[in-house]
């Protein structure tokens, strides 16, 4: 089970702080991913973070701007969103996918999701 927190509404060039709590089973072979989704959008991938390791990769929109980090005690994954934009705004969600090899940009990939928070950036 996977719980998403930390969205709200920001002015542009502001910052959030988005947490991911995984509760269940874990392991330490698995990848968490955030995606989010905008009105109108497809769901695309923002970041994601192999849980053993700690490696990371990042959108291209969000490179330099996002960071994703994990807390292994915790099993909780953290998205630091600096320098948010209007275009930045969407629902997001945190992901599992236990194939941990890879950081998949497809969310087809991920078998367990949180239920989404809501991030608004105003201009």
């Known amino acids: 089970q996977l719980q998403a927190s930390g969205g709200g509404l920001v002015q542009a060039g502001g910052s959030l702080r988005l947490s991911c709590a995984a509760s269940?089973?874990?392991?330490?072979?698995?990848?968490m991913g955030w995606f989010r989704r905008a009105p109108g959008k497809e769901r695309e991938f923002v970041a994601g973070?192999?849980?053993?390791?700690?490696?990371?990769y990042y959108a291209d929109s969000v490179k330099g701007r996002f960071t994703i980090s994990r807390d292994n005690a915790k099993n909780t994954a953290n998205l630091q969103m600096n320098s948010l934009k209007p275009e930045d705004t969407a629902v997001y969600y945190c992901?599992?996918?236990?194939?941990?090899?890879?950081?998949?940009?497809?969310?087809?990939?991920?078998?367990?999701w949180g239920q989404g928070t809501q991030v608004t950036v105003s201009s």
């Open positions: 973070i192999k849980w053993k390791g700690g490696s990371t």
């Open positions: 269940g089973r874990t392991s330490s072979s698995y990848v």
């Open positions: 992901a599992v996918a236990l194939s941990g090899g890879v950081i998949y940009v497809d969310y087809q990939r991920y078998n367990y």
